[in-house]
């Protein structure tokens, strides 16, 4: 909902969903969680200075941008909540909102139930929290070569930044400043402002941030990757290079093929998997040495990181000789310092640290048995040199053995393949990986499946909440977000059971990620929304309710015209006069027209030629192309109308034109066509349909021909079921974009429902739309007259009468067809059955068949309105009215008339950019909200052992953390913030590697997890015996080997939030590590200097020195919490 269409709920469906987000710090977040006294920096942490970045010559960060975008852009937005409600006081106090007053309607039977049900909209959905649109739903025209592929929230310590991967470059959203703000002018509409990179040559197929380096990643279809720096919002508009595009730092060429994944070890390298099992690795301190270049020296720099790659496939033969798919997906396992990269049904298991093969397995769990394929190998090795020495003069024998040798191959590939253990099972494709704060991982598979495993690669359970394929995963906090190709989101704990679950998209929703207190949910159509960390939660019904209470605040009312016409041209031309009569006269006032033919073309060898090219996906006929040329020379097409689709089915034929000045509002085309002639395969019979999005809403236009002759009344009631069951459709054939770069084959198999308009199971496509028009030749025909009757009737205009015996009216009245549908009370002759060019009335059959005169030519509707008096809103987005339905009785041309409607429509549609705001105050405003939010992103009290550790030779420490808290699980989890060495005993620049990884030299284990209440965590912290640094250059290692003698000093960050957190607390503990042996001893500041004092730092214990876990743990007994 939302006021989009998107809406589609889950009946029966167990939905607990409640909340949104809120990135909002309240104003007492300076008091400890429990309300206890607030603390202050150790001595380690008030020492710590942030070392400025190493890249940050390449760019001068300075920027002179004048904030008056800003202020008109504030002012803009509240005038235009302004006339929002000044639009709706008008439409409560006005009794029509059109000078043309709307002709009667007839209304058939059976409309508010089951399939024929409007669908339910409203200001928000009632059943899913309240989503954030940070990019609503763009039409698909406008995104040929520019859909958003890939999403990664990048956080840097000062604010959130939220970063797309697209077709033709990257794109960041700003989180901290803009995310309840409004636009720019020229940007798309109610989309939060953003910055787009210069255009890139190949789409981004993966993207990885760096918040310690203020770096971004990205992955190319080409085989480059790029590095990009973090943006600074702080002037408003980002800086970078000059006007909007920002440039990347540097690019290289990774792989031939594409890189399909990539990713950073906890040890800062940066990985990436392509084609074929390829992986190579980029050490931190060859990508850190690239960075540190001058402006004048950036051209050395792709060609230095290029050459310094280590390259796994080389390295490990076993891994290169087993592992042949592509390497498509790639995790990170901080917790136990692994890397898990994956093909769709392989894995394999990495040292992060050693970067040695741990374990390749597949996804039944399954060890590949590595001593049978060296077995094999060396058979054939032995064979293939016996052969060649034993036969080295015979060539041609030769030849034979050298085939022979390549059928052994074959075959011993067929054999591993079968050892792997069915890796053909397609239905349980690998499309997602995420480990969890517990240190479990979890893979989502195409056919709906959730698989759990421990970090060594044991297989644990399988789950499924969704008949659906998995198509992303995310952890945030105590929680897994799950999103699938139906476009549901689902909510589990870490046990796998299912908290929630809500329809976020109409599409697919192909990535997720979490940054400033939201999870991003990002649908295969382009479309972003933002959904609470808390949800689902208790604050979502207080946000539905509130921002449900400002509706008239953020709707905005559109009113267009819509011309239908159709005809039967029984296999005639017609004449330019004609179309000038039937449209060209009506078209100066409307908005969009909307054209049915039927028998555009007949004949048996024309059905079957087209039945024949249906099923290879062809349609169309020169006869067609004709009527569409005329059509478009009619509305002189270019400079005032516009075509944006059509549809042929052997003899039927829909097109469908728009203004030039509403085209930007119009996209979404789809097309449909469903035979009902000759055992419902041959279109002689039938109906083809076109759906497209209008100013957010969705139309559909349906044109038929059903079954002939009097007596098939039942035929024609089963014509028009049929085509409104299974009408299905898909983007028209001639739609280049068929296949966006990067899209998961798991949502390219579900291109049948492009719009994504996600229906239950059993409900028909045309019943989610917001508006619907049927028209054509229904062939419903005047009962119990005969045919002079009727001829009397027409010449006297006694319309009344005839309609008494219409067909259609009786089986509408009765429920049987077209049921809820409206049709303006018709006052014109009948249009069916005329001699070719005789004019007027005496036109009709005297034939010897003298068929009795009918209204077969009929338009029909229905919109949003569940009764007549429902006005334009939210709840009811599309209201229309009849203003004119004729026929044109001086078109001579075939042996029908053309009929025309022009339908007045309102349609309500949300201002995002309003709406945005308003949820925004509600946060900042609402004091009841603000005290259960912070409730539920509380951080449980904790304590840390010790502010330093000092390292020497292969010593090992542990450091413990207590969680204080009765009845609240802690989340912890260790990066390093900074490295320096060491002189005259003081440590000086601490500079993070990659993504906050730590030294080669140190071991942190488990550096993440979770702490039960009241229970104390113990972390491993040990020194390698010494430091070693090994270059590769194009893959290949040196032969010399550099020890690093100087002592070391790391800023190990602890971090520690609860199962919701937004802001986590963190307590930092420096780590020396002595090579030399000189224990110097740490520099503090002076005690006299003040200390700032900071709600977000854990507390310390005062450090004694413990011999063990059990003196630790009667030393917190005995503590009380400061």
């Given at each position: 909902?939302?006021?989009q269409?998107?809406?589609?709920?889950l009946?029966g469906?167990n939905?607990?969903?409640?909340?949104?987000k809120?990135?909002f710090r309240?104003d007492?977040?300076?008091?400890s969680a429990d309300g206890g006294?607030?603390?202050s920096?150790?001595?380690?942490?008030?020492?710590h200075?942030?070392?400025?970045r190493?890249?940050d010559?390449f760019?001068?960060?300075?920027?002179s941008?004048?904030?008056d975008e800003e202020d008109a852009a504030?002012?803009?937005?509240?005038?235009r909540?302004l006339?929002?409600?000044?639009?709706?006081?008008?439409?409560k106090?006005?009794?029509?909102?059109?000078?043309?007053?709307p002709?009667p309607e007839?209304?058939?039977s059976?409309?508010?139930?089951?399939?024929?049900?409007p669908?339910?909209?409203?200001?928000?959905?009632?059943n899913?929290?309240?989503?954030?649109?940070?990019?609503p739903h763009?039409?698909?025209e406008?995104?040929?070569?520019?859909?958003l592929?890939n999403?990664?929230?990048?956080?840097d310590?000062d604010?959130?930044q939220?970063w797309?991967g697209s077709?033709?470059g990257?794109r960041?959203?700003?989180?901290?400043?803009?995310?309840?703000g409004g636009?720019?002018e020229?940007e798309?509409?109610?989309?939060v402002?953003f910055?787009?990179?210069?255009q890139?040559?190949?789409?981004?197929?993966c993207?990885?941030g760096?918040?310690?380096?203020r770096?971004?990643?990205s992955?190319?279809?080409d085989g480059r990757?790029?590095?990009?720096?973090m943006?600074?919002?702080?002037?408003?508009r980002?800086?970078?290079?000059s006007?909007n595009?920002?440039?990347e730092?540097?690019?290289w060429?990774?792989?031939r093929g594409?890189?399909l994944?990539?990713v950073?070890?906890?040890y800062?390298?940066?990985?990436c998997?392509?084609?074929g099992?390829?992986i190579?690795?980029?050490?931190?301190?060859?990508i850190e040495k690239?960075l540190?270049?001058t402006t004048g020296?950036?051209?050395m720099a792709?060609?230095?990181?290029e050459r310094?790659?280590i390259d796994?496939?080389?390295?490990?033969?076993?891994?290169s000789?087993?592992?042949?798919s592509?390497?498509?997906?790639m995790?990170?396992?901080?917790?136990?310092?692994?890397?898990?990269t994956a093909?769709?049904?392989?894995?394999?298991?990495?040292?992060a640290?050693t970067?040695?093969?741990?374990?390749?397995?597949?996804?039944?769990?399954q060890i590949e048995?590595?001593?049978?394929?060296a077995?094999?190998?060396d058979?054939m090795?032995?064979?293939y040199v016996s052969?060649?020495s034993k036969?080295?003069?015979q060539?041609?024998?030769?030849?034979?053995?050298?085939s022979?040798?390549?059928?052994l191959?074959?075959?011993d590939a067929?054999?591993?393949a079968?050892?792997?253990g069915a890796f053909g099972?397609?239905?349980?494709?690998v499309?997602?990986?995420?480990?969890?704060?517990?240190?479990m991982?979890?893979?989502?598979c195409?056919?709906?499946?959730?698989?759990q495993w421990?970090?060594?690669?044991?297989?644990l359970?399988d789950?499924?909440?969704?008949?659906?394929?998995?198509?992303?995963l995310c952890?945030?906090g105590?929680?897994i977000w799950v999103?699938?190709?139906?476009g549901?989101?689902?909510?589990l704990?870490l046990?796998?059971?299912?908290?929630?679950?809500w329809?976020a998209h109409?599409?697919?929703?192909?990535?997720?990620?979490?940054?400033a207190?939201?999870v991003f949910t990002?649908?295969?159509?382009?479309g972003i929304?933002?959904?609470?960390?808390?949800?689902?939660?208790?604050l979502d019904?207080?946000?539905r309710?509130?921002?449900?209470?400002k509706e008239?605040?953020?709707?905005?009312?559109e009113?267009?015209?819509i011309?239908?016409?159709?005809?039967?041209?029984g296999?005639?031309?017609?004449?330019?006069?004609s179309?000038i009569s039937?449209?060209?006269?009506a078209a100066?006032d409307?908005?969009?027209?909307v054209?049915?033919?039927?028998?555009?073309e007949?004949?048996?060898?024309?059905?079957a030629?087209?039945a024949a090219?249906?099923?290879m996906?062809?349609?169309?006929?020169s006869?067609g192309?004709?009527w569409l040329?005329m059509?478009?020379?009619?509305?002189?097409?270019?400079?005032t109308?516009?075509s944006v689709?059509?549809?042929?089915?052997?003899g039927?034929?829909?097109?469908v034109w728009v203004?030039?000045?509403i085209?930007?509002?119009?996209?979404d085309?789809?097309?449909?066509?469903?035979p009902c002639?000759?055992?419902?395969?041959?279109?002689?019979?039938g109906?083809?349909?076109?759906?497209m999005?209008v100013y957010?809403?969705?139309?559909?236009?349906?044109n038929?021909?059903?079954a002939?002759?009097?007596e098939?009344?039942n035929r024609?009631n089963?014509?028009?079921?049929?085509?409104y069951?299974?009408?299905?459709?898909?983007?028209p054939?001639n739609?280049l974009?068929?296949v966006?770069?990067g899209?998961?084959?798991?949502v390219q198999?579900l291109?049948t429902?492009?719009?994504?308009?996600?229906t239950v199971e059993g409900?028909p496509?045309?019943?989610e739309?917001?508006?619907?028009?049927?028209?054509?030749?229904?062939n419903?025909?005047?009962?119990?007259?005969s045919y002079?009757?009727?001829r009397?009737?027409?010449s006297q205009r006694?319309?009344?009468w005839?309609?008494?015996?219409?067909?259609?009216?009786a089986e509408?009245?009765a429920?049987h067809v077209?049921?809820?549908?409206r049709?303006?009370?018709i006052?014109f002759?009948?249009?069916y059955?005329?001699?070719r060019n005789?004019?007027g009335?005496a036109?009709?059959?005297?034939?010897e068949?003298?068929?009795v005169?009918?209204w077969?030519?009929?338009?029909l509707?229905?919109?949003s309105?569940?009764?007549s008096a429902?006005?334009?809103?939210l709840d009811?987005?599309?209201a229309?009215?009849?203003?004119q339905?004729?026929a044109?009785?001086?078109?001579?041309?075939s042996?029908?008339?053309?009929?025309?409607?022009?339908l007045n429509?309102?349609v309500a549609r949300v201002?995002?950019?309003v709406?945005?705001q308003?949820f925004?105050?509600?946060i900042?405003s609402?004091?009841k909200?603000?005290?259960?939010?912070k409730?539920?992103t509380?951080v449980p009290?904790?304590?840390?052992s010790?502010n330093?550790?000092?390292?020497?030779?292969q010593?090992?420490?542990?450091?413990r953390?207590?969680n204080k808290s009765?009845?609240d699980?802690?989340l912890?989890?260790?990066?390093?913030e900074g490295?320096?060495?060491?002189e005259?005993?003081?440590?000086t620049d601490?500079r993070?590697?990659?993504?906050?990884g730590?030294?080669?030299?140190?071991e942190?284990?488990?550096?993440?997890g979770i702490?039960?209440?009241?229970?104390?965590?113990?972390i491993?912290?040990r020194?390698?015996?010494?430091?070693?640094l090994?270059?590769f250059v194009?893959?290949v290692?040196?032969?010399?080997?550099?020890?690093?003698?100087?002592?070391?000093?790391?800023?190990?960050l602890v971090?520690v939030q609860?199962?919701c957190?937004?802001?986590?607390?963190f307590?930092?503990?420096?780590?020396?590590?002595s090579?030399?042996g000189?224990?110097?001893p740490m520099i503090?500041?002076?005690?006299?200097?003040?200390t700032p004092?900071q709600s977000?730092m854990?507390?310390?214990?005062?450090?004694h020195?413990?011999?063990g876990?059990?003196?630790f743990?009667d030393?917190?007994?005995n503590l009380?919490?400061?």
């Amino acid at each position: 909902m939302d006021g989009q269409n998107d809406d589609a709920l889950l009946p029966g469906s167990n939905y607990h969903c409640y909340s949104e987000k809120f990135a909002f710090r309240s104003d007492s977040d300076e008091e400890s969680a429990d309300g206890g006294a607030n603390f202050s920096f150790d001595d380690a942490s008030s020492n710590h200075q942030k070392a400025p970045r190493i890249f940050d010559r390449f760019y001068n960060s300075s920027s002179s941008e004048e904030d008056d975008e800003e202020d008109a852009a504030s002012s803009s937005n509240h005038q235009r909540r302004l006339d929002y409600m000044l639009q709706f006081l008008d439409r409560k106090l006005s009794t029509s909102s059109s000078n043309s007053q709307p002709l009667p309607e007839f209304t058939g039977s059976g409309g508010g139930i089951g399939v024929f049900k409007p669908p339910i909209r409203g200001p928000v959905h009632p059943n899913r929290p309240v989503g954030l649109e940070i990019r609503p739903h763009p039409l698909r025209e406008t995104q040929v070569g520019r859909f958003l592929r890939n999403v990664v929230c990048v956080s840097d310590g000062d604010g959130s930044q939220l970063w797309a991967g697209s077709e033709c470059g990257l794109r960041v959203w700003d989180l901290k400043n803009d995310i309840y703000g409004g636009i720019v002018e020229g940007e798309e509409d109610g989309t939060v402002r953003f910055r787009e990179s210069a255009q890139v040559a190949a789409a981004a197929l993966c993207v990885v941030g760096d918040g310690g380096n203020r770096l971004v990643w990205s992955g190319h279809k080409d085989g480059r990757i790029m590095c990009w720096k973090m943006l600074d919002f702080s002037n408003g508009r980002g800086n970078g290079d000059s006007g909007n595009e920002f440039q990347e730092l540097l690019s290289w060429q990774a792989h031939r093929g594409p890189v399909l994944s990539m990713v950073v070890s906890s040890y800062g390298d940066l990985w990436c998997g392509s084609e074929g099992g390829a992986i190579k690795i980029w050490p931190w301190e060859a990508i850190e040495k690239s960075l540190a270049l001058t402006t004048g020296e950036r051209h050395m720099a792709s060609l230095s990181v290029e050459r310094s790659y280590i390259d796994l496939r080389t390295q490990n033969s076993i891994y290169s000789n087993i592992f042949t798919s592509d390497v498509k997906y790639m995790l990170s396992d901080h917790s136990v310092a692994k890397m898990w990269t994956a093909g769709y049904q392989s894995f394999a298991l990495w040292d992060a640290r050693t970067r040695e093969l741990l374990k390749v397995f597949n996804i039944d769990g399954q060890i590949e048995n590595l001593s049978l394929d060296a077995l094999a190998e060396d058979e054939m090795r032995m064979k293939y040199v016996s052969s060649n020495s034993k036969e080295k003069t015979q060539n041609s024998f030769n030849f034979f053995q050298r085939s022979r040798n390549v059928i052994l191959g074959a075959a011993d590939a067929v054999r591993r393949a079968a050892v792997k253990g069915a890796f053909g099972d397609d239905s349980r494709r690998v499309e997602a990986l995420v480990a969890t704060s517990d240190g479990m991982i979890w893979i989502g598979c195409s056919n709906g499946s959730l698989l759990q495993w421990d970090g060594n690669g044991t297989r644990l359970q399988d789950i499924q909440h969704h008949s659906f394929a998995v198509q992303s995963l995310c952890t945030v906090g105590a929680r897994i977000w799950v999103g699938y190709t139906s476009g549901t989101v689902q909510v589990l704990d870490l046990n796998g059971d299912l908290l929630g679950q809500w329809v976020a998209h109409n599409s697919p929703v192909i990535d997720l990620a979490v940054g400033a207190g939201y999870v991003f949910t990002l649908a295969n159509h382009g479309g972003i929304r933002g959904w609470s960390i808390t949800s689902p939660g208790p604050l979502d019904n207080m946000f539905r309710a509130e921002l449900a209470g400002k509706e008239f605040l953020y709707t905005r009312l559109e009113n267009l015209k819509i011309l239908a016409g159709t005809w039967n041209v029984g296999q005639e031309r017609a004449a330019p006069d004609s179309f000038i009569s039937w449209l060209g006269s009506a078209a100066a006032d409307v908005d969009i027209i909307v054209v049915g033919l039927q028998e555009v073309e007949m004949g048996a060898g024309f059905l079957a030629v087209s039945a024949a090219k249906e099923t290879m996906g062809l349609e169309g006929s020169s006869a067609g192309q004709w009527w569409l040329d005329m059509i478009a020379k009619t509305l002189d097409e270019g400079s005032t109308f516009s075509s944006v689709g059509s549809r042929q089915l052997a003899g039927l034929l829909i097109s469908v034109w728009v203004r030039n000045n509403i085209q930007a509002h119009v996209g979404d085309v789809d097309v449909a066509a469903v035979p009902c002639g000759f055992g419902r395969a041959i279109g002689n019979k039938g109906a083809v349909g076109l759906r497209m999005r209008v100013y957010g809403r969705v139309m559909c236009f349906v044109n038929c021909h059903f079954a002939a002759h009097l007596e098939a009344v039942n035929r024609r009631n089963a014509d028009f079921d049929h085509v409104y069951r299974t009408m299905i459709f898909s983007r028209p054939s001639n739609n280049l974009n068929v296949v966006a770069a990067g899209v998961s084959s798991a949502v390219q198999m579900l291109r049948t429902n492009t719009m994504g308009i996600n229906t239950v199971e059993g409900t028909p496509e045309i019943s989610e739309a917001d508006m619907v028009v049927f028209l054509g030749d229904f062939n419903y025909r005047l009962d119990g007259i005969s045919y002079d009757e009727a001829r009397d009737f027409v010449s006297q205009r006694c319309f009344d009468w005839l309609r008494e015996k219409d067909q259609l009216r009786a089986e509408m009245e009765a429920g049987h067809v077209f049921q809820g549908m409206r049709e303006a009370v018709i006052k014109f002759p009948p249009t069916y059955k005329f001699e070719r060019n005789q004019p007027g009335l005496a036109g009709y059959d005297s034939g010897e068949k003298k068929r009795v005169p009918a209204w077969c030519d009929r338009i029909l509707y229905r919109d949003s309105r569940s009764t007549s008096a429902s006005t334009c809103s939210l709840d009811c987005p599309v209201a229309a009215s009849v203003l004119q339905y004729e026929a044109c009785m001086d078109v001579t041309d075939s042996d029908h008339k053309p009929v025309r409607c022009i339908l007045n429509v309102e349609v309500a549609r949300v201002d995002e950019t309003v709406r945005r705001q308003e949820f925004g105050e509600i946060i900042k405003s609402n004091d009841k909200i603000k005290r259960l939010l912070k409730e539920l992103t509380k951080v449980p009290e904790a304590f840390v052992s010790t502010n330093n550790i000092i390292l020497q030779n292969q010593d090992t420490s542990i450091l413990r953390i207590s969680n204080k808290s009765k009845k609240d699980r802690a989340l912890y989890e260790i990066v390093c913030e900074g490295l320096s060495t060491i002189e005259d005993g003081q440590a000086t620049d601490h500079r993070p590697r990659g993504s906050f990884g730590f030294p080669m030299w140190l071991e942190v284990s488990p550096a993440a997890g979770i702490i039960e209440a009241d229970q104390i965590a113990e972390i491993s912290i040990r020194a390698d015996e010494y430091q070693t640094l090994e270059e590769f250059v194009d893959g290949v290692p040196q032969n010399f080997w550099c020890e690093d003698s100087r002592d070391k000093e790391v800023v190990l960050l602890v971090k520690v939030q609860g199962r919701c957190t937004v802001d986590p607390k963190f307590h930092r503990i420096r780590v020396r590590y002595s090579i030399t042996g000189k224990l110097t001893p740490m520099i503090r500041k002076d005690d006299s200097t003040p200390t700032p004092v900071q709600s977000n730092m854990l507390h310390r214990s005062d450090f004694h020195q413990l011999s063990g876990s059990c003196d630790f743990v009667d030393h917190l007994i005995n503590l009380d919490s400061p």
